[in-house]
């Protein structure tokens, strides 16, 4: 598979770019919602709590998937200073563009993507027995 041209990589990187302000940006946006609701919340009864511990929950996991997201792109940016994005991790193949423009954070080619994902999965099932 060929490596990965110079302009195929810039404009990967500024897929990157545009997401990383987007998460960056809606994890500010949350962050200020939830502490404007903390401070205007005084709930008048259960289910007022209940709704505000609910809302809370949902931002979280929004939240920890933008950070997970932001993380991501971190780790392509520092592959990308090494020259080693768009090679895959775990075998050391040129990853294909196509998958890059889906996911330009991949760090595995598709084949040991699968491989990485049947083996979490047997360890989930393991684990879980
Ligand atoms: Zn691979």
Redesign the pocket.
């Given at each position: 598979m060929p490596i990965l041209t110079p302009e195929q990589i810039g404009y990967l990187s500024k897929l990157m770019d545009a997401r990383f302000d987007r998460e960056i940006e809606e994890i500010r946006a949350v962050r200020e919602r939830v502490r404007d609701e903390r401070e205007e919340a005084v709930p008048a009864d259960w289910l007022d709590v209940a709704l505000a511990e609910t809302t809370l929950a949902t931002d979280d996991a929004v939240i920890n998937q933008d950070l997970a997201d932001v993380r991501d792109i971190i780790s392509a940016r520092e592959r990308r200073a090494a020259g080693t994005y768009g090679i895959?991790t775990?075998?050391?193949?040129s990853i294909a563009y196509e998958r890059l423009l889906a996911y330009p954070t991949a760090k595995?080619?598709i084949?040991?993507q699968r491989l990485y994902e049947q083996s979490k999965a047997v360890r989930e099932i393991l684990r879980a027995s």
């Open positions: 895959c775990d075998c050391g193949d595995r080619c084949h040991c």
